[in-house]
């Protein structure tokens, strides 16, 4: 099998090339962010789509992002969540231990962070 940048299995259902930039496939990512994930996929018990996962400076800035966005530091991803369902997952989410929990309503999809204990941003 032919290597792919990034390539590499997290948990059971989350790879890192689904947090990569997607602009310059650059990433960080903050551990404890793919375990929550891990923890409200079992909750969920449905795939959990990401959209925008590490955001390099420059990328963040293309997508209006705010500057401090927790998505340039590693620790935020959004995943697709259906408007309907929103109330359920931002409930498993917390339960997950998610501490950054923004739902976009018909936009369907929520940001989901873990904030730095040390700033808060969003
Ligand atoms: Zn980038
Ligand atoms: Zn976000």
Same mark, same amino acid.
């Given at each position: @099998?032919? &290597? /792919? /940048?990034? %390539?590499?299995?997290?948990? &059971? =259902? #989350?790879?890192?090339?689904? !947090? *990569?930039?997607?602009?310059?496939? *650059?990433?960080?990512?903050?551990?404890?962010?793919?375990?929550? +994930?891990?923890? +409200?996929?079992?909750?969920?018990?449905?795939? /959990?789509?990401?959209? %925008?996962?590490?955001?390099?400076?420059?990328?963040?800035?293309?997508?209006?992002?705010?500057?401090?966005?927790?998505?340039?530091?590693?620790?935020?991803?959004?995943?697709?969540? @259906? =408007?309907?369902? *929103?109330?359920? #997952?931002?409930? +498993?989410?917390?339960?997950?231990? !998610?501490? %950054?929990?923004?739902?976009?309503?018909?936009?369907? #999809? /929520? =940001?989901?962070?873990?904030?730095?204990?040390?700033? =808060?941003?969003?």
């Amino acid at each position: @099998m032919k &290597p /792919i /940048i990034n %390539s590499l299995q997290l948990t &059971p =259902h #989350f790879n890192l090339r689904e !947090f *990569q930039c997607s602009c310059c496939q *650059q990433v960080k990512l903050w551990p404890p962010l793919v375990e929550c +994930l891990e923890k +409200l996929r079992s909750l969920w018990k449905e795939p /959990i789509v990401l959209t %925008s996962g590490y955001r390099c400076p420059n990328h963040n800035k293309r997508v209006g992002g705010v500057a401090n966005s927790l998505h340039v530091e590693g620790r935020a991803a959004d995943v697709v969540v @259906m =408007h309907r369902y *929103q109330p359920l #997952f931002c409930e +498993l989410a917390e339960r997950a231990g !998610f501490t %950054s929990i923004l739902p976009y309503g018909k936009r369907n #999809f /929520i =940001h989901l962070a873990i904030k730095n204990s040390r700033r =808060h941003n969003e």
